[in-house]
């Protein structure tokens, strides 16, 4: 009896101190955090452009453009400069903007704004260049991170590092395809090591990472390979409703590009947590059949098939919702809208095209790994 109370008292030490440690972890993070949203709060001297910050705004209707139910307003604008030259003085500005700020900013006062200056006799006054945003990002990502170490606890710092690690090199190839590199290739090398760091920094250096890698890689492959017999025995994609079409030799290349990164994060996360599945199901049971494998992988794949796929559509969708709404004030219809809007829609069936495939390639791989070469790995 004795012993018994004794292993409690020894565990629930334990989970203080596990408690105590994730606690002050947390306290750090968020510490940091504060004081680094302080900072871009006050970064003004960073910038070369000037920046105003908006103390008082008077707004009056201009005008209704006939046709439409659009309103366009006038603003008189005063401010305090808070970087240059002509820090602390006062600024007088103008702005005009729609009701739908479709293609312009309505400001208000506390706003942190750019400014072409004017300095002359009569004052100093400006144009409004855009609205400081710095600050707002700031708060954003403070809370992500915060909200990711409280979940994950230490884990959320391999997370952060990945993503780090993942926009940077993302930038870096950027500026490859702006000096003139082949953007397909760059994204192919992207993929690839997207790929291998998110998943080994993130999942470790253990099977299943292993095997999520292969079944995303070969599920990219085939679903690529799909794409591909559909461009050559078809008229193919109808690239004028590409918008960013302006200065790409290879139009093609660009789509599929777009397509090969869409599309890779719902792979793996299908490929992923098939692996994890099946490896734990293993581990559990050593003798399980291959039957009873394969009806528990399909269901994990039921389960997560309409969710990856429903991603996908809100990914690809959500970045023209402006548009569809732009074009039905102007009378345009829902089924003219969609007609011009080809690009998401191959996008988001070509992606849902490789999560449907991810989950019998994963689960199989999963399988033959796991299960038949499990002696010999």
């Given amino acids: 009896m004795l012993a018994k109370f004794d292993a409690v008292n020894i565990i629930c030490n334990c989970i203080k101190k596990i408690e105590k440690k994730y606690i002050i972890l947390n306290l750090v993070v968020m510490i940091v955090l504060i004081i680094g949203v302080i900072i871009i709060f006050n970064n003004y001297e960073w910038y070369d452009t000037t920046i105003v910050k908006i103390k008082r705004v008077e707004s009056s209707l201009s005008n ?10 006038d603003q008189e604008i005063s ?7 002509f820090k602390g003085q006062s600024a007088s500005l103008k702005n005009e903007y729609s009701l739908s700020g479709v293609l312009d900013d309505k400001y208000k006062p506390g706003d942190e704004v750019f400014i072409k200056i004017n300095a002359n006799d009569n004052g100093i006054s400006g144009s409004i260049l855009n609205l400081k945003r710095d600050k707002y990002m700031a708060i954003v990502l403070a809370l992500f991170i915060f909200l990711l170490f409280v979940v994950t606890n230490k884990k959320g710092f391999f997370i952060f590092i990945s993503l780090f690690v993942n926009i940077c090199v993302l930038w870096y190839a950027l500026a490859l395809n702006h000096k003139g590199y082949n953007i397909l290739i760059i994204s192919i090398c992207l993929v690839l090591f997207f790929t291998f760091f998110s998943l080994i920094f993130i999942s470790g250096l253990k099977k299943k990472t292993f095997v999520a890698i292969l079944s995303t890689l070969i599920s990219l492959f085939i679903t690529m ?12 994609v109808d690239y004028t409703y590409m918008e960013y079409n302006t200065g790409q030799n290879s139009l093609s290349g660009l789509f599929l590009s777009q397509i090969l990164i869409g599309g890779m994060g719902a792979i793996m996360d299908v490929a992923i947590t098939e692996a994890s599945a099946i490896n734990e199901l ?15 992988g399909y269901e994990v794949g039921y389960d997560i098939m309409g969710t990856m796929i429903n991603i996908l559509l809100f990914t690809y969708i959500c970045g023209i919702i402006p548009l569809i709404i732009l074009k039905m004030k102007n009378n345009i219809k829902i089924s003219t809208i969609v007609t011009q809007i080809p690009m998401e829609i191959y996008g988001f069936m070509i992606g849902s095209i490789g999560v449907l495939l991810a989950i019998p390639i994963s689960l199989f791989t999963s399988i033959v790994i796991f299960k038949k070469l499990r002696r010999l790995i």
């Fill in 64 to 73: 209704v453009q006939s046709g439409t139910e659009e309103k366009y307003y």
């Fill in 282 to 296: 293993v581990n559990i049971n050593k003798e399980i059949s291959i039957k009873t494998l394969i009806k528990s």
């Fill in 225 to 236: 390979i799909i794409f591909k017999i559909f461009m050559i025995y078809t008229q193919g």
């Fill in 79 to 85: 401010g305090i400069i808070m970087n240059g030259d």
